[in-house]
């Protein structure tokens, strides 16, 4: 697949395009066309192949798709269950990156709790084996690299700080959190993934819907496929929906907001964080600010738990991705991201060569909440309209350097059909 450079939004812009109904209604949404879809470039490509381009199918989120895609791999590996010490360095992988994504955006709101988090979680990408800006450690049935004591001990020396640092941003989150104008309430369902138990689980092994307060649907990563569909399939702005409700009624959104919305997390400081969360506003800034202190709690643990697996030596040993041998059929993985579910689908063939691949990225599930984000802001008067469209794109987030712009500098450009 070729991907030629005027086909590529510049990535410090952004298109709003507004147009009118029979009656005259407006409605307004983010231009997506842009961003091509990726999924191509993994058709006709071995599985070994693929698994080294999903290391840098994306810049800013390339850990999500590292674990989507080696997830995908995994059900197709044919190997035993993959062994606790590589669930766990797996999982400090993915909490790394989700400080590190919402490290950037608390710069803006306290540069010393900002700095504090990029450095941990630097340490965290580095203790999971993965020290450069793109992954590295997961592999089909396991992982590559082994934790070391070392880099282990390091870490586990700054979380007690970070994790203080995450919850004075929480703090700070809550006693503003205005409701920011023009968001409103979302109307569709809030997906996220859970853990075995049920609980929130940005690592997690199945998915729940819930609208409101109530859960609706939880399946595991196999049925994904039967439960969302694209209403316009191959599209950069799929629109995706929920196959039960229709396109109508079964618009949903992904991320932080979704996170906290289906269900109680189960670490403490940032549960209590999370019931004044829900008592509030329910604005993603303050989503992003308790995702990444429940990250960090959770880290501490499990740091304890990969330091005395490694001090036993109770490893087992590292999988050679060459020897694997992928059984021909359909697999799904997926993993809860700093922006919300990444989605990858692979059908692989006798040869082990990719036959098709779909990947469902957090900005298209999230185009149909934003489109409603924008048209809300539309209906403002022309002087808080700006402001309004801005606070739109940073509550639902799409993977671009815009949604980190400070304000007044995402040089949006309206345009009216």
Known sequence: MKINLDEIIDPMEGRIVVTHDSSGHPHARFDLQGLPRVDAMLESQT?????KITEHLCGICPVAHHLAGTRALDVLSGLPPIAPAAQLTRRLLHYGSIVEAHSLRFLMQDRDAGVTLKRVSKKMLV???SPGHFPATAVPGGVSVWPTTPALCDLSADLATARDAAAALCDAALASSPEAAGTGDFTGADVALIDADGNPDVFGTK?????GTSTVDEFDFSRWNERVTEEIPGSPAPRPYLRADGPENGRYRVGPVAQLSIGTLPTPRAAAAQARWLAGARDAAGARAIITLHVLERTEALTQQLTQLVESSDLRELVDPTTVQFTPGSGTGL?????????HTYTIGADSTIQTARILTPTAQNEPWLAQLLTQAYALDQAQQAGAWEQSIREADPCLPISSAPAGQMGLKVENV
């Not at 998915?207 to 609208?211: L, S």
């Open 47 to 51: 599985a070994l192949a693929a698994l």
């Open 335 to 343: 993993v809860d991201g700093p922006r919300g579910i990444l989605a």
């Open 127 to 129: 203790a999971a084996g």
């Open 207 to 211: 998915v729940r819907v819930v609208r």
